[in-house]
């Protein structure tokens, strides 16, 4: 059995969640079944698609992928000049201890179960939700769903899964919202994925407990590329939640994630993230929404952890009167930059979108707000509104906004507005003239700043966003 | 995030017209240290590309329409001075009157600013009797706004601009009128007003610009505003180029320790025009008030670039500009508030207004902010938005055409612009300008 190293002084009592940015900080040893090696060529990406003994088609798609990913430029004519970097050649792209996920905890091996464990996976599971899938590196490792919604016809499954048992779905929307080649990442994506959630809502069916799915990075120089493809038929509604930790190595991580989402007439979505990722984590995700007639996608993103995120959910709105929202939160803490934001296209009468995003620099950390919205011609009643709202705590904090925004046409109406804020120095005073240390009002006050946003979470998780704001505030002060 | 698919392929040849044996001939008589820089220059302006569809200050410009080939640096004009614009009538004579970058006409100054030792002259004038002044002012500040390559074309083919410069503690109550005009097809121009306000000095300067023929022409001009301590410059720029013109116009403002500078650019020709201003407030107390009016109609492309770099705690910008779009016009205001680390106390603001007077219009805004410190006050907005329905519904309601109503509800999405003037005459001169516009 392998060796468990553990670099956490202090157990966590209640673990929810897992985006306490400390609960996340262990690793095991593993010795892995599968291992692609480190470096990416077209025998890495054979490699893969042999071990998931998957269809031709699929072998193609990814090494058309590879191609695309290779004669890309890094985007860093507009993006941070950190993506440099990134080694490509010293990454490990696949590894694994086996493809079936399991579907009870008792199946799953002692170490991963002893990981899943540590950061309340289980315990969750029964108390709120209808479904859970626990990917480790590569693979899932553990996947189930509450009888009574896989009753519904509710399919929730690893992709890898997916792609074997339900091939006529998947392959009908799989790349359809993000193309290959939407970007450097989504085409590096394309070449390796492997796990991720495939979910598929059959019509009229309202999942009524949320789904969620837990990443997992365990091994060093590591690349995690899951791949999500969520489908809500007709009238159909779903929440889904994903976490994900790493622990906190002397190298780079990289995880590059594509999210697609469906939403055909009337369907709702929400599609809740805590991205808490160990401060040596390269997160370079694109998730980007389809919504048809009437439908409703709704992106609340939650970026706390990692070295460099650039993340910024869209909702392509096909259909008439679909409704796109995107809900951002990030903090950004020493040697951090969360570059997030949104994207709404409009592609349909009538169809409106809302984006509102709060960011808080801590100390030298940068927060950046980047954001698309695109009215092309021959379009009526579209409408806009962004906010974007930055805090900045320490004076050599630091924050950024960079919008688009094209508008064609006399029938639509576009709002933007931002700006940038700091603690008041009244309100700090108040609370510690009611006895309040600097810190505890700091926080208060931080908490007040996203309290609006963070109410619209899960009761579990906007309780441990609080709890977290508080953590990352400690120090800051003075 | 890229550029979108508006970016066509680009002319071929980086320098266009303008060749080594074009600059040459260009170079014949100028003193020794004005050729030197005029060289460099050159150099530059030969050695950097033409923008590219990757070039994020480029984004979403249109760069089919910015090249440089069909076109020559202007020849003195026959015919002398030029009828000024009756639209844009003011008490006091233009000071300088350019044609083809040539000074054409000129009104003394009072022998009484004269005498406070105020100087309004020509650029080449200034070469030979004020060399300091130009090489502290002149095209100093950096040029970060995306187009280096069209300043050092600037610079290399300036013939003659205009040069202001207001002793300490004198105060100017006239405006100082300068024309810059373009004649003859495919002519080149390359206009340049340079004013310097020493400390606690204040002056009003109106750059006109126009064509004398309404034929198509380059206009590739600069003005560089510097106002020293306690200084305030007032700055009017009506661009009124002929409709054919590509224009590229670069500004640059500094603002020193409790200075105020107000700027308002009024966009009304040219094909497609790229301006790009930057103003930097560089000590204490300084206020930048920067303000723009658009009148986008055919298939015209307004591009605009700012840049407002907080160097020094308290100091102060506002930038408002409004873009009325008709036809298939189009329009990008790219904005950026800058607040270098320690530069607390800053309070910026950016503003950028869209009315959307035509189906096929298309605005394009990038309102953006990099803050490094905390105890700031920066917010900025943008918005696209047709004409309010209820208020076209009243005018239509008490029987005003429709052409008629718009013009009324386009002066009055204007007038928060306008009504910052102090100037009423300069107030009364622009609306004429902008009636003249909207009547065409």
Known sequence: MQETTDTLETTIENPVSGIDQSSG??????????????????????????????????????????????????????????????NFDKIRYYLSQGLKPKRTWDEVPADIKQTFERLGIPEQERKFLAGVEAQFDSEAAYSNIKEAVAKQGVIFMNSTEGLREHPEIFRKFFGKVIPTGDNKFSALNSAVFSGGSFIYVPPGVKVSHPLQAYFRINAENFGQF?????????????????????????????????????????????????????????????????????????????????????????????????????????????????????????????????????????????????????????????????????????????????????????????QHEASVSKVSAEQIFYMQQRGLTEGQAMSLSVNGFINDLARQFPMEYSVELKRLIDLEMEGSVG | MAGTSTDRIIAASPTGSFTPEVFARHLASCPAWWRERKQAAYARFEGLPMPARTDESWRFSNLSGIGLEGFSPGQAASGGAQVVDAAFSLAAAPALTFVNGRLAAR????????????????????????????????????????????????????????????????????????????????????????????????????????????LGQLACGANDLYAGHGAKITYVAAQCWSLDTLSLQFNSTVVRRDARVQSLNLHLGARQARHESLSQLQAPGGFSEMLALTIASGSREFDQRTLQIHQAPNTKSDLLYKNALLGRSRTIFSGLIIVDP???????????????????????????????????????????????????????????????????????????????????????????????????
């Open chain 1, 25 to 86: 900080n262990f690793k095991y040893d593993m010795t892995y079944d599968f291992d692609a090696g480190t470096g990416l060529n077209e025998r890495t990406v054979d490699y893969i698609s042999s071990v998931k003994k998957e269809a031709p088609w699929i072998r193609e798609f990814r090494q058309n992928a590879l191609k695309t990913f290779e004669s890309r430029p890094l985007p860093t004519h507009w993006a941070s000049k950190d993506l440099e970097t990134i």
């Open chain 1, 226 to 414: 899951e791949r999500t493809l969520i489908i809500c038929d007709e009238g159909s509604e779903l929440t889904y939640m994903e976490g994900c930790t790493a622990p906190k190595f002397s190298t780079a991580t990289l995880h590059s994630a594509v999210v697609e989402l469906v939403a055909l007439k009337g369907a709702k979505i929400q599609y809740i993230t805590v991205q808490n990722w160990s401060s040596n984590v390269f997160n370079l995700v694109t998730k980007r929404g389809l919504a048809h007639e009437e439908s409703e996608i709704k992106w609340i993103d939650c970026n706390i952890g990692s070295r460099l995120t650039m993340k910024y959910p869209g909702v392509v709105l096909r259909g008439r009167k679909a409704r796109g929202e995107v809900i951002s939160i990030a903090l950004a803490n020493d040697g951090q930059h969360q570059d997030t934001g949104a994207k709404m296209v409009h592609a349909a009468d009538e169809t409106t979108s809302t984006v509102v995003s709060k960011s808080i620099s801590v100390g030298q950390g940068r927060a950046t707000y980047r954001g698309v919205v695109h009215i092309p011609k021959n379009l009526k009643g579209c409408k806009n509104n962004t906010e974007c709202d930055a805090l900045l705590i320490n004076t050599n904090s630091r924050t950024d906004t960079y919008p688009a925004i094209t508008v064609r046409g006399d029938h639509h109406a576009v």
């Open chain 2, 107 to 214: 009104a003394p100054i009072s022998p009484e600013l004269a005498g406070k030792g105020v100087t309004v002259s020509t650029l080449s004038e200034a070469v030979v009797k004020h060399p300091e002044l130009l090489r502290q002012h002149f095209m100093a500040q950096p040029q970060k706004l995306g187009s280096a390559k069209f300043a050092a074309l600037h610079e290399a083919f300036i013939v003659d601009g205009a040069f202001v410069h207001v002793p300490r503690g004198v105060e100017l109550d006239q405006p100082i009128v300068l024309i810059h005009s373009a004649s003859g097809a495919g002519t080149a121009v390359f206009p340049h007003t340079l004013v310097i306000a020493e400390e606690n000095s204040r002056v009003t300067v109106v750059d006109h610009f126009q064509s004398n023929d309404g």
């Open chain 2, 342 to 440: 320690d530069a607390q106390k800053t309070d910026a603001y950016q503003s950028n207004r869209n009315l959307m007077l035509s189906e096929d219009a298309e605005s394009n805004s990038l309102p953006g902010l990099e803050i490094q410190a905390n105890d700031v006050r920066c917010t900025h907005g943008a918005t696209s938005a047709p004409i309010d329905a209820e208020q076209a519904f009243y005018l239509k309601s008490r029987g005003i055409p429709e052409k008629a109503a718009h013009e009324l509800l386009i002066f009055g999405f204007f007038e928060e612009v306008l009504s910052r003037l102090e100037n009423d005459e300069l107030h009364a001169a622009l609306r004429n300008l902008i009636r003249k516009r909207l009547g065409r």
